[in-house]
């Protein structure tokens, strides 16, 4: 196979897309994570999986869930300015005030990274 010349390399970039959210103030891009950002979410992923004393695996996964979701979209969810939209304390809050908002940007960012994806190695 030949060497590959400069301008014949395909562009790397993580798949994205933008998304109204009324209540933040207008659109929002929801990224796919970089590795770095995968990376930390499969520790804390890891963390929150493992049973408190006293709590069941099926409890420690409900819990992980509803832990995770602000880490996620703080890594996916951007302003215009290419920078995290909120902290993920402000994610709860936000999570809290807006729900359904909330799972439709988890669902975008979970299907954008990559995650729950049957074929990922």
Do not use: N
């Not at 929801?30 to 409890?59: N, Y």
């Not at 799972?103 to 990559?114: D, F, H």
């Amino acid at each position: 196979m030949p060497l590959i010349q400069r301008e014949a390399v395909a562009p790397m970039a993580l798949p994205r897309e933008e998304h109204p959210v009324p209540e933040a103030g207008g659109d929002v891009v929801v990224q796919g994570m970089d590795l770095a950002q995968f990376q930390r979410f499969a520790a804390a992923q890891r963390r929150a999986a493992e049973p408190r004393e006293g709590e069941t695996d099926a409890e420690a996964r409900e819990r992980s869930g509803v832990e995770l979701v602000p880490l996620l979209l703080h890594l996916c969810v951007q302003a215009g300015d290419g920078q995290p939209l909120y902290s993920p304390s402000e994610w709860g809050a936000f999570a809290r005030l807006h729900p359904d908002r909330t799972v439709l940007l988890a669902e975008a960012a979970t299907r954008l990274s990559g995650l729950g994806d049957e074929k990922k190695a």
